[in-house]
């Protein structure tokens, strides 16, 4: 029997194969989106959230989504800063939201260098993103809809 966690990794793994998958309207030349984007735009109200509509995040303890893994949720629009362990070294939201990740618990980029932002499928290798070394040290998040 499979645990809870390699069933999750299992689902996100399909999940991502599958929207990997070409479309059958593609044409030669249309421009292509890497599958592991790494940082995306400063959160913005593009979208506004239901009343208690919630966010999902994908978090796991060693890279390429291996380790202890859990799943965290994040209430959209409340505004609140909800922390992390400083363990994870693999993490992503659900599809159709983002997330900043900040190194401290406050939720706010103190130095420039403080914080990352992630788009689905999110970063399986956090030892190495666009932004520097995250590996081990987000202590923080907020979530909003892409």
Not at 46 to 54: D, F, L, Y
Not at 68 to 81: P, R, V
Not at 89 to 99: E, L, Q, R, T
């Amino acid at each position: 029997m499979m645990s809870s966690a390699a069933r999750a990794f299992l689902s996100l793994f399909l999940i991502i194969a599958v929207s990997a998958l070409p479309s059958p309207h593609h044409h030669p030349g249309d421009a292509t989106l890497p599958l592991f984007p790494r940082q995306a735009s400063a959160p913005s109200a593009s979208a506004a959230a239901e009343p208690g509509e919630q966010a999902s995040l994908f978090a796991c303890e060693n890279v390429f989504w291996g380790g202890k893994c859990a799943i965290h949720h994040y209430t959209l629009g409340s505004g609140d800063c909800s922390t992390l362990d400083g363990k994870t070294s693999a993490v992503g939201p659900d599809a159709g939201f983002k997330c900043t990740f900040y190194k401290n618990g406050v939720c706010r980029d103190l130095t420039g260098t403080d914080s990352i932002t992630l788009v689905h499928p999110g970063s399986p290798n956090l030892l190495s993103t666009e932004r520097g070394n995250f590996n081990d040290a987000l202590l923080s998040y907020q979530c909003w809809k892409e």
